[in-house]
C-alpha cells in the first residue's frame, strides 16, 4: 500500500494551490484520510481530515482558505488551499486509515510528503 501525494510548490502571498494524493495497492478499504503538515523541529500537526461520513475538519487557522475533498473511486484526497499566507509554508502529508486486503483492522499510511513554500 502506498499515498502518493503532489501539488506542493512556490506561490507568492494570496495564491492558491491543490495538493493531491492518491493510494494504491492492494486495499479492501479506506476510512479517514486527511492532511497535516510539519516544520523542521516542530510536530506534525492536522490541517484537514475527511471522514467516510462525508465529515471535515480543518484546523482553525485554515478554516475559511483550506478545502478537502475525496475521490472515493479514485482514492483520493485533495486540498484545495486558496488565500495562501507565508506561514502556510510546511511540509504536508497526507494520510489514510487503510484495510489491505487479507487483513483484519485498519493501520494508519504516511505519503511521503509535498513541499508548500509560500513567499510574501
Known amino acids: 500500500v502506498q499515498l502518493q501525494a503532489s501539488g506542493g510548490g512556490l506561490v507568492q502571498a494570496g495564491g492558491s494551490l491543490r495538493l493531491s494524493c492518491v493510494a494504491s495497492?492492494?486495499?479492501?478499504?479506506?476510512?479517514?484520510m486527511g492532511w497535516y503538515r510539519q516544520a523542521p523541529g516542530k510536530q506534525r500537526e492536522l490541517v484537514a481530515t475527511?471522514?467516510?461520513?462525508?465529515?471535515?475538519v480543518y484546523a482553525d487557522s485554515v478554516k475559511g482558505r483550506f478545502t478537502i475533498s475525496r475521490d472515493y473511486r479514485a482514492r483520493t484526497v485533495h486540498l484545495q488551499m486558496n488565500s495562501l499566507k507565508p506561514e502556510d509554508t510546511d511540509m504536508y502529508y497526507c494520510?489514510?486509515?487503510?484495510?489491505?486486503?487479507?487483513?483484519?483492522?485498519?493501520?494508519?499510511?504516511w505519503g511521503q510528503g509535498t513541499q508548500v513554500t509560500v513567499s510574501s
Open positions: 494520510n489514510a486509515d487503510i484495510r489491505r486486503l487479507g487483513r483484519a483492522g485498519s493501520e494508519t499510511y
Open positions: 495497492g492492494s486495499i479492501l478499504s479506506i476510512g479517514d
Open positions: 475527511a471522514t467516510t461520513g462525508s465529515r471535515t
